[in-house]
């Protein structure tokens, strides 16, 4: 895997505050990704990054955003948290792209983190 | 817009059967993956399928690609206690790219029973 770590685990806000959440790898991957987990909706992307500073919008992007000022450090942030936004976020990190040649290029998730906005 | 169904969307099965999930997509892609995720873990990876007729098997889960028909499917032999989480299919979607993004399918929770 990618060491792939995220911090925090577990976090509970209320409506309206900004929250920020941590993916750290280790294995200095190009590529990151942010997704949530809902029941019933798999998972759904929200935001990648195919390098330092390089960041584009997935399918369910709006009410968050993205830094990647590292490598290693990929920020999900919520700039103002609704209830809406109650949900498990994973991050994602391949070594190289998926598309193309034929590696056997995956994405290697971390453990989660359930975010409850009260 | 790519979009990825399985079904079923629960499976509940008793030890010792057999049974297959599958994985519909609605674009040209080549590439393929399934997932297990147990309760409350993160995602792991299971298969890889890169082109058309790709076949892949570990223990008592065989995986398969058929690109023409747009379809995969994660067939489960003798099934064990073990083999209880959600499987995801995940299919490449490269939108003139070249890392590619994965959509993935709402996942089948699998309950094996005695």
Known sequence: ?118 | ELKVEQNPLFLSMQEGKNYTIYCNYSTTSDRLYWYRQDPGKSLESLFVLLSNGAVKQEGRLMASLDTKARLSTLHITAAVHDLSATYFCAVLNAGGTSYGKLTFGQGTILTVHP
């Open chain 1, 1 to 118: 895997d990618a060491g792939i770590t995220q911090s925090p685990r577990h976090k509970v806000t209320e409506t309206g505050t900004p929250v920020t959440l941590r993916c750290h790898q280790t294995e200095n991957h190009r590529y990151m990704y942010w997704y949530r987990q809902d029941p019933g909706h798999g998972l759904r992307l929200i935001h990648y990054s195919y390098g330092v500073k390089d960041t584009d919008k997935g399918e369910v992007s709006d009410g968050y955003s993205v830094s990647r000022s590292k490598t290693e450090d990929f920020l999900l942030t919520l700039e103002s948290a609704t209830s809406s936004q109650t949900s498990v976020y994973f991050c994602a990190a391949q070594e190289r792209g998926l598309a193309g040649g034929r590696g056997y290029n995956e994405q290697f998730f971390g453990p989660g983190t359930r975010l409850t906005v009260l």
